[in-house]
């Protein structure tokens, strides 16, 4: 059992470019959250995944924001035209569906857009 | 919606001291669950411990316990023997039953000195 992890481990981009994020959940876990966490600050949900549905959105998830789950195995976070605002650590978690109220964290990407 | 608030931004105990780290939530939902989650500098959250509501017997894991007065809707975290590996944000956690998004509180920097 590898983790949850999160690629890459860092980014910089200008403000306007676009940029996608991977999770990697502990394997056979088929729930995937995505949270935002800002400096200081204690994470924010923006959306859950069971298997490849996304089920529930935040309304802090924008509509330059997209995030995917094909096969109910990785997901992806996408960020287009981005902004100085979307500077924070996007953090992944995943949870089985044993146990499904334990949440398992990535290491998560830091987000710089200059 | 659910709230968690961690009124103590930042504490401090000597090693092999007992410290306490207070949460207040507020919720309407019956079933739900809590938890304290640490994040060491620039590593990944980890679960300390949780305790589901409807459970009167407060949650014990080593050298950490949780005082749980579910009238009061509260929930501190009390780390005993604290040790110098302790230091790190502590966040504390709410989660409903539906388990789809965890609601965290702003944290609790705490530093263990020697």
């Known amino acids: 059992d590898t983790g949850v992890s999160q690629d890459p481990r860092h980014k910089i981009t200008k403000r306007g470019q676009n940029v996608t994020f991977r999770c990697d959940p502990i394997?056979?876990?088929?729930?995937l959250y995505w949270y935002r966490q800002t400096l200081g600050q204690g994470p924010e949900f923006l959306t859950y995944?069971?298997?490849?549905?996304?089920?529930?959105k935040s309304r802090l998830l924008s509509d330059r924001f997209s995030a995917e789950r094909p096969k109910g195995s990785f997901s992806t976070l996408e960020i287009q035209r981005t902004e100085q605002g979307d500077s924070a650590m996007y953090l992944c978690?995943?949870?089985?569906?044993?146990?499904?109220?334990?949440?398992?964290f990535g290491p998560g990407t830091r987000l710089t857009v200059t | 919606a659910q709230t968690v608030t961690q009124s103590q931004p930042e504490m401090s105990v000597q090693e092999a001291e007992t410290v306490t780290l207070s949460c207040t939530y507020d919720?309407?939902?019956?079933?739900?669950?809590l938890f304290w989650y640490k994040q060491p500098p620039s590593r990944q959250m980890i679960l300390v411990i949780r305790?589901?509501?409807?459970?009167?017997q407060n949650a014990t894991e080593n050298r950490f316990s949780v005082n749980f007065q579910k009238a009061a809707k509260s929930f501190s975290l009390k780390i005993s023997d604290s040790q110098l590996g302790d230091t790190a944000m502590y966040f504390c956690?709410?989660?409903?039953?539906?388990?789809?998004?965890?609601?965290f509180g702003s944290g609790t920097q705490l530093t263990v000195l020697p």
């Open positions: 978690a995943s949870s089985s569906g044993v146990d499904v109220y334990e949440q398992y």
């Open positions: 394997s056979e876990h088929n729930r």
């Open positions: 995944f069971q298997n490849e549905a996304q089920l529930e």
């Open positions: 919720t309407s939902e019956s079933n739900y669950y």
């Open positions: 305790q589901e509501a409807y459970k009167q």
């Open positions: 956690a709410f989660l409903t039953g539906s388990a789809r998004q965890l609601t």
